[in-house]
């Protein structure tokens, strides 16, 4: 393995980019954005290699100017997005109920643990590897100290101010998982009053912020879902925004785990990034799967789904998400509404859902109901 941003290695590899591919293979190079050379320069090894496969991993925490990278690498480098531990990659989920199995119709009721004061450990300890057995509030000073190395190092060396791209963080964990306009990021921004007309400046500075914050993986944009049966021009098709993880939104909002259970409309917006996190993971696994495979369904009469998986087949399955068992009646209706809607014209040859599944986060048991939708536990999912 080769760090690159480790002692001498930099400098090296900037004078020879070949350097950092010496040694054993499969061989790891970490940081290799810091020197987007090597990008060409593994594209060329590989060709020699004739037909060797994962000779080289390439590892970054960021994605370096489309610019410095000469080649679209196509057929000769695959991209894997990396996330933070599931719940069941951490021991947290007993993985009984497989997203893999329900899109197969296999199923079997199953029980898992409960509790909401362990569901709210989860949320704020988050994924990270290294912090998996930490107490939570310790994990806390973890990922602050992380999140002011993104504002003071990675978004100044990607150009864009530290300070702006910090309020932009702030405001999109305050808003969440919504629909969330540039123009209202903007006036969480710079402080703009409500009667205040937006400076076009503004809105492509923040708009820049954004789409920095999403190349160092500090966010994922959920894309709409457009049925075949429906117009685009009826369907929300703006990203929604999350976080790679649901201790980032934790910790920018300065909550601890007792104000997140005294703050229960905030706990409920986190634990979705938190199942959000886990069913991009489980999704992305499964075969016959899209480069984005997990989005979110709303059209113009209001009606809106948290999660929709859709696969390359044409199969596709609806989720919604909710913390209490109390919700899944209004969940369970809300899926069926949304099925019956995108499915009703015949002719537009829009098959069926694989499944329907409400994901809560308190429950004890994994099962079916009468109405053939899932409710399924968070922490008896896997992939």
């Known amino acids: 393995m080769t760090y ?16 950092v591919l010496v040694g054993d293979r499969p061989h790891v190079i970490d940081e290799w954005q810091r020197v987007p050379a090597i990008w060409d320069t593994v594209r060329h090894a590989v060709d020699d290699l004739a037909g060797e496969k ?102 100044v060396q990607l150009g864009e101010s530290e300070e702006l791209s910090r309020r932009t963080a702030n405001s999109l964990a305050r808003n969440l998982g919504q629909f ?63 976080f790679a993880d649901p201790s980032l939104p934790v910790a920018l909002l300065g909550l601890s785990p007792e104000a997140l259970l005294q703050d229960w409309q905030t706990f409920g917006l986190v634990f979705e990034n938190l199942v959000m996190r886990d069913l991009d ?16 369904y709303h059209d113009d009469s209001g009606l809106e789904v948290d999660v929709i998986i859709e696969r390359v087949d044409g199969r596709w399955a609806a989720v919604e998400i909710t913390v209490s068992p109390d919700k899944v009646d209004e969940a369970a209706e809300n899926l069926r509404g949304m099925s019956d809607k995108v499915c009703s014209n015949e002719r537009a040859g829009m098959r069926k859902p694989s499944f329907l599944a409400v994901i809560t986060g308190v429950g004890e048991v994994a099962y079916r109901r009468s109405d053939g939708v899932y409710v399924i536990p968070i922490r008896a999912l896997g992939a």
């Open 281 to 296: 993971v489980y999704a992305r696994a499964l075969d016959y799967t899209l480069a984005n495979p997990v989005r979110y």
């Open 4 to 19: 690159v941003d480790r002692g001498a290695n930099l400098q090296i590899a900037l004078a020879d980019p070949s350097y």
């Open 180 to 242: 969330a306009k540039i123009g209202t990021l903007v006036r969480d921004v710079y402080a703009y009053d409500a009667d205040d007309e937006i400076l076009q400046s503004d809105r492509k500075t923040v708009a820049a912020c954004v789409n920095t914050l999403c190349r160092l993986y500090l966010i994922d944009e959920v894309p709409g879902w457009v049925p075949a049966s429906r117009s685009p021009k009826r369907m929300r098709v703006k990203p929604k925004r999350y």
């Open 54 to 155: 994962g000779a080289w991993i390439l590892t970054g925490s960021s994605t370096p100017q489309k610019e410095q990278v000469a080649h679209s690498d196509a057929g000769r480098i695959g991209r894997i997005r990396m996330h933070p531990m599931t719940l069941a990659e951490m021991g947290k989920s007993t993985a009984q109920v497989s997203l893999a199995g329900l899109f197969e119709d296999q199923f079997e009721p199953c029980a898992c643990e409960s509790g909401i004061e362990d569901l709210v450990q989860l949320v704020v300890r988050g994924g990270w590897p290294d912090e998996r057995l930490s107490d939570s509030r310790d994990v806390l000073i973890v990922v602050r100290d992380y999140l002011e190395s993104v504002f003071t190092q990675s978004v």
